[in-house]
RNA sequence: GCGGAUGUAGCUCAGUUGGCAGAGCACCUGGUUGUGGCCCAGGUGGCCGUGGGUUCAAAUCCCAUCAUUCGCCCCA
């Protein structure tokens, strides 16, 4: 019989490592709240229309990498490879209220990629998304409120790094400058993937790592001096309240966004040690998003932090903690023992209870390791008594009491 | 989709020129009739990824295949 395995790409989270990404559930909480930031959850399936919708048809997410596939009556399905969408889709649904409205939400997200180190094909998020709001203080609070969130998990040597892509109304523009300064030195383009991209992308040319092509494009036109007047104020007023929050960033002009909605403001916080994968969270600006998928004209801004790549830079070690380990040295006594351990954890006392009477040693050995702060141990004359034997982990020492003084006990202990 | 690396005990990995399948950690039992960590003794645990080939003989050499992994692409 072959053994059944997990999926390339899908990954069984174990504690202590299930443990991080419960930790990062809750930190998020803790800081999106204070924020003003309420969870919305959605499904996982969608409507395939909407990401071809929402992130551009002609994205790589969208034409090979997502998990598409027909249901029982032919409606085509995606397992969404982003969060974003999806959460538009619920609030245009239920109808936006006036003014600003912040969600956050975190869950499973699918891409139908290789996988390696930082890179799955079920892999987690956390988002942000603020609705409502266009101006520049907008962007500047969720920037603060990411830093705030990942500052929380303890995490240091991260570099924010910004830009501006511009609007409808001057990124073509600039995407038509760009386009032939690369024209005129395409003979001098090393990278085969910058020939096709000046053709399909060109704007995805800058962010080549190809060191060729970098020092090609070091004096390409920037987006950001090809703003236009109101692109250019916001951006200022942006950089301006980071500044004055004292949150240190990179201008990165080599900063563009895979997922066809963003404009204007965008980020990005990147690793420098956790190998090629070292983008651990990206977002910005979408203003034209919502209507785009049939709602009402709102601006947005959000961002998405990958679970997997924060866990990379977390440290594991949390140690475990109980406050009882209950040994049973004899038969007779293990129903009563299972019960009393049931009466101890209803008392907001956590532990764990043998099944089995074995060896004093042995059990013993099974406390220690549970990191139990204090032994309990019912034999055969405890039993008899009506008591336990308390032995504390630490110290060693041991004393014997009734059962039914042990809650107040183990307090005072 | 493209390249490189690796598959041996639960985990991390040795395994020489082709010659009985190994270590450390973990786990179990005992040393102590009912007392952990340290120490000591013993023990459980393997289709050597899978299928074929070469050979008297294959974990080892050859072919195929699957899986994992690190990069590319792309993204969080």
Redesign the pocket.
């Known amino acids: 019989m072959s053994k059944i ?5 899908f ?1 069984d989270l174990f504690p202590p490592e299930s443990e991080v990404y419960s930790l990062m559930e809750e930190t998020a909480r803790d800081v999106f709240t204070r924020y003003g930031y309420r969870e919305l959850r959605v499904p996982v399936l969608e409507h395939t229309e909407l990401f071809a919708r929402s992130i551009g048809a002609e ?3 969208v034409q090979k ?1 997502m998990y598409t596939f027909p249901d029982r009556k032919g409606r085509s399905l995606t397992l969404r490879p ?1 969060a974003t969408a999806g959460m538009m889709r619920a609030c245009i649904e239920h109808g936006l209220q006036e003014g600003v409205s912040k969600y956050f939400s975190h869950g499973p997200m699918f ?1 139908y ?8 094909r079920q ?1 987690h ?1 956390i988002d942000c998304e603020c609705l409502g709001a266009h101006e520049p203080q907008a962007d500047a609070e969720v920037i603060f409120m990411l830093m705030h969130f990942l500052g929380a998990l303890g995490l240091s040597g991260l570099e924010l790094n910004l830009n501006t892509l511009g609007c409808k109304a001057c990124r073509p523009a600039y995407r038509e400058l760009l386009t032939a300064y690369l024209q005129g030195l395409d003979q001098e383009l090393r ?1 085969e ?1 910058c020939r096709r ?1 000046v053709q399909t992308n060109p704007l ?1 040319v800058l ?4 060191s060729g092509c970098r020092s090609l494009t070091e004096n390409a036109p920037t987006m950001h001096d090809n703003v236009c007047p109101d692109c250019r104020d916001h951006f200022n007023v942006v950089r301006g309240l980071l500044e004055q929050g004292g949150q240190k960033f990179v201008l990165n002009h080599r900063l563009v ?3 066809d909605y963003y404009m204007r403001t965008t980020f ?1 916080v990147v690793s420098t040690n956790i ?9 910005g600006r979408y203003d034209g998003l919502v209507a785009q998928l049939g709602g009402p004209d709102v601006p947005g801004i959000g961002f ?3 679970m ?2 924060l866990a990379m830079l977390m440290n594991t070690t949390q140690e475990r903690r109980q406050d009882f380990f209950l040994a049973v ?2 038969e007779k006594a293990l129903d009563q023992a299972m019960l009393l351990a049931c009466a101890l954890r209803r008392d907001n006392k956590s532990g764990d209870v043998s099944f089995a009477a ?5 059990q ?6 549970s990191g139990a702060r204090h ?1 309990l ?1 019912l ?4 039993f008899a008594k009506g008591s336990v ?1 308390v ?6 020492e ?1 004393k014997e009491i009734l059962q039914e003084e042990l809650i107040k006990a183990l307090d005072s202990l």
């Not at 962010?207 to 190809?210: E, G, I, S, V």
């Not at 013993?364 to 390791?369: E, F, P, T, V």
């Open positions: 395995t997990t999926i390339k790409g990954a994205t790589d997410v990498e982003e891409r990629e290789r996988p390696q180190k930082g890179r799955m892999f998020q990278c993937d991209r995805r962010d080549c790592k190809n966004r895979g997922l990005e190998g090629a994968q070292s983008s651990v969270a990206g977002g998405a932090c990958g997997e790549r040295l004899d074995k060896s004093a040693k042995s013993l050995r099974q406390a220690g390791k032994c141990i034999g055969g004359d405890e034997l032995k504390d982990m630490r110290t060693g041991q």
